[in-house]
Every structure is written in C-alpha cells, then in structure tokens.
C-alpha cells in the first residue's frame, strides 16, 4: 500500500497520522508512508523521528479575527494555499498513492482536495466531538470521514460519509507497570504527577505549575514531569527564576515536549492538562487520573465539553480556564495526592471510556475504500 497522510499544527493532527501509519506498515510490510507538512511546524521533527518520509508544503492558517494586521496575514494565507496546491500535486503524481488521509489541520486542505480532484481515493480523520473547519471542509471531497464519536458525525455536511472510529493511538508505544517506568526515568518512588500545556504551551498552566512545584517541594515524597510547551521554554525559565523555586533534581524532569509519552503516562499516578482529543484519548487508554483544564479559546469551546464530559464519567476534576489559579490547581492536586483511593477510582473510571482498537477500524475502511 501507497498511502499519503497529510497532518500538522499540533501533536493532536500528528499523532494520530503517526498511529494510522504504524498500523498499515504493521500490517503491510511493503507499505510506503509519505507525510506532507509544513517546514516550520512540530511535525516536520515529530514524523522524521518516527522513521517515516516527509514533504514539506508551505502554509499558513487564516485568522478567524479580523484585524488589519490579520488581513494582512490571511492575505499571506491565501497566496500560500494556492501554491501549496500545485505543490501537492507535484508530489502527489510523483508519489502514486492508493489513498490520501488527511488529518484535519489546514494543511490537509490542499493535499486531500488535489487528490480528490485527480481520482485518487480519500478520508479525513477528526479527533474532536466539534469538528474543525478543515474536516468539515473536505467532508464534500473525500470518500469517508473518520469520526471520534456520534457527536462529531452530527456536525458533519456529510454526515453519511462518516465512520465512527474512535482516535488511534500509536500501537508500538506500550503502557510499563509503574515501577517501570519511573525507573526508565530516573524517578524514584512515589506518588507521580505529570503536567503539560499542550505542545505549543500555556503560560497559565506554566505559572500554576510553578505553585505546585513549591507545594511539592514542601510536601517531599513527589515526582513531577512537566511540558512547557515549544512556545514556553523562556517564560518558565523567567518564572522559575523569579519565584526562586528549586525543583528537586532527582523528582523532577522538565522538558519542552515529552516524546516518550507512553512512558510517562505509565509512571504518573495523576495527570494535569489541557482537554485536546488526543490528550484525552491517551488518558483513557493508559487510566489515568487527571485534572482537566480546558482551554477557552478552543473551537466552539470543544475542550470545555470533553472535560466535562471526563468529569460527569468521574475519571477527572475539571478546572475551568477563567477558575484556573496557581492556589486553585494546589488546593485541587494537593487533596487528591492525599487520597490515593479516589486516584485508583478515577483510573478506573478513565479506562472504561477508552475506545479501543480505532486503528484497526480506519485501517479496515482504508483496504474497503481501497480494493472497491
């Protein structure tokens, strides 16, 4: 199999192309995977590093709020989507795929669109219950829309193009017993926390972060693994300094992105994030408990509905963005760290939402679309 996978802006788009990727090259030995992505973004580093080809195409996503310097970026845009056109049909003849996948960034537009408009088969997968604009876009070119549930089918144009498969997680990447795992990170025992922004960061999860950091330190007895973010890296350093903090080395690993997540989701005992598809998914599957925090300014606030849609289940705590504060994510964690009974409850709770075996299911409707 022949298979172009078009994915980028976030690890959310990336990961799950990766996942969909391992499962046929697991499958078919002899399959050819290409990427097509931005030069500039995270998933030029992130494909590379998994082993597979990647094509760079540039792009740049429109701003939804109209401002003059906006106008003049959404300008930029649009000249750069009509290049990225041809370019993906330079290297969409070059490359002869059976099928072309897009995994709902701006950059799949082009990609997916060419290929539909050359005869070649296609699908787009969303990881999000409120689809974004790309997905929604492409559901009147492509052959089959990938959908993580029933919800997002319904906010579909398309809606009888839609699969219901679930969000695909990367299928070499296996959950360790706790020990394990912190052993493979130079943690000692002890209760485990692991925090992240998301993969582009967020200052107000960094500066809560910072509180808990000084309330562990207080405490003893706790490791913490935390992701800045790649935009985060100077603004932690800066508050790091400014609050005269010092995290305990030997507890503690601070990083801007965490490749080995598999790793540390096995050795956390709670995990604080942001509410993304993929994060949640990957919480689900490894059943975890978690603090969500969902962000605002997400597509008709998707995070804020997934969050709560953990917190009804009882796998997580929700915090708000407009309720987030350093002193409220310590009043949060603090009482769950000391009432381990709740933690194994909620990870039961976590693992019972988690849908399994959704690359196999997309793999399944690729061969359909493929051999029809």
Not at 239 to 264: A, F, Q
Request: net charge positive; hydrophobic share 40%.
């Amino acid at each position: 199999m022949r298979a172009i996978i078009a994915a980028g802006g976030s690890a959310g788009h990336v990961n799950p192309g990766l996942a969909i990727a391992d499962r046929i090259t697991e499958v078919f030995k002899e399959s050819q995977i290409l990427f097509i992505g931005t030069p500039e973004g995270m998933e030029a580093r992130l494909v590379r590093e998994a082993g597979y080809d990647f094509a760079a195409v540039k792009m740049a996503g429109l701003q939804r709020k109209i401002t003059p310097k906006n106008l003049i970026r959404n300008a930029k845009a649009a000249y750069l989507y009509l290049g990225a056109n041809g370019k993906a049909k330079e290297i969409i003849r070059k490359f002869k795929p059976d099928i072309v996948i897009g995994m709902g960034a701006y950059i799949s537009v082009p990609a997916v669109k060419t290929a539909a408009k050359m005869g070649i088969k296609t699908a787009t997968h969303g990881s999000d219950s409120f689809p974004g604009v790309a997905i929604k876009l492409l559901s009147k070119y492509v052959d089959k829309v990938f959908v993580a549930d029933l919800d997002a089918a319904k906010r579909i144009p398309y809606p009888e193009k839609c699969v219901v498969t679930g969000n695909p997680l990367r299928s070499n990447l296996q959950m360790e017993d706790r020990e394990t795992a912190r052993k493979k990170l130079g943690l000692p025992e002890g209760l485990t926390i692991l925090s992240s922004g998301g993969s582009n960061g967020s200052n107000k999860i960094t500066e809560a972060v910072m509180a808990l950091l000084e309330y562990e330190n207080r405490a003893g007895g706790i490791n913490h693994i935390h992701s800045y973010g790649r935009n985060g890296k100077a603004v932690f350093e800066k508050m790091l300094e400014k609050s005269g903090i010092k995290p305990d080395p030997e507890r503690t690993v601070i990083k801007e992105y965490i490749n080995n997540m598999y790793t540390c989701l096995s050795a956390a005992d709670l995990v604080i994030s942001r509410s993304g598809a993929m994060s949640q998914t990957e919480i689900k599957a490894a059943g975890r408990a978690s603090v969500q925090i969902p962000w605002a300014g997400a597509a008709e606030n998707h995070q804020y509905y997934n969050a709560l849609a953990m917190e009804n289940s009882g796998a997580a705590v929700m915090i708000t963005d407009k309720d987030l504060s350093p002193k409220k994510l310590v009043e949060v964690t603090s009482k769950l760290c000391k009432n381990p009974q709740k933690l194994r409850e909620m990870e039961i709770k976590a693992k019972e939402m988690s849908a399994e075996n959704a690359a196999d299911k997309i793999l399944g409707e690729i061969l359909d679309l493929i051999n029809a």
